[in-house]
T-cell receptor, first 113, second 115 residues
């Protein structure tokens, strides 16, 4: 069983389009995250939800909007895609914040043309 | 604010040789420290973590790391590497209290194990 899954794995789209990435975890965790990994492999947190409540909202453009319909799901919607949004997006989850290991999904490679 | 510096962007090493990947952090408060590994085209996987207690931490796949508070370092070591250890390695830090779970990552170190 996949602990943290993301769909799609690859996403190629044109500038200006709107797209969504879905994430699901079956670990029973309370906290979920979105990270962005750029072309130099640098990882930066974007958002975090705990029990469906937003607890981390980094300096991310308003075009990015996370949605957590329930504790097991955290989706990422991106409006008006730009070339600079091209990256690998990782979803992660953990039992709680701080000392707990974060379990990462396989990533979604977004390419904006 | 916390920050993490991985001192080597690439580390080439021959199979069965020892390796050390260096990590330094900066923080005015206590932190938790982690090492994650990313194999090609995969997500990240936890190797080990330091929360408190013994400064020598053992992880999966024969890796270990030593927390040095005075030098603010958390270097990762393995006495004998395998080809399968070729991957990207990330050091990360998070606050030790009042924590939201925000992980701050270093820039990553590419470990290239040669036959």
């Amino acid at each position: 069983d996949t602990a943290v899954s993301q769909t799609p794995k690859y996403l190629v789209t044109q500038m200006g389009n709107d797209k969504s990435i879905k994430c699901e975890q079956n670990l029973g965790h309370d906290t979920m995250y979105w990270y962005k990994q750029d072309s130099k492999k640098f990882l930066k947190i974007m958002f975090s939800y705990n029990n469906k409540e937003l607890i981390i909202n980094e300096t991310v453009p308003n075009r990015f909007s996370p949605k957590s319909p329930d504790k097991a799901h955290l989706n990422l919607h991106i409006n008006s895609l730009e070339l600079g949004d091209s990256a690998v997006y990782f979803c992660a989850s953990s039992q709680g914040a701080g000392r707990y290991e974060q379990y990462f999904g396989p990533g979604t490679r977004l390419t904006v043309t | 604010a916390q920050s993490v510096t991985q001192l080597d962007s690439q580390v080439p090493v021959f199979e069965e040789a020892p390796v050390e990947l260096r990590c330094n952090y900066s923080s005015s408060v206590s932190v938790y420290l982690f090492w994650y590994v990313q194999y090609p085209n995969q997500g990240l996987q936890l190797l080990l973590k330091y929360l408190s207690g013994s400064t020598l931490v053992k992880g999966i796949n024969g890796f270990e790391a030593e927390f040095n508070k005075s030098q603010t370092s958390f270097h990762l070591r393995k006495p004998s590497v395998h080809i399968s250890d070729t991957a990207e390695y990330f050091c990360a830090v998070t606050l030790g209290s009042g924590n939201t779970g925000k992980l701050i990552f270093g820039q990553g170190t590419t470990l290239q194990v040669k036959p």
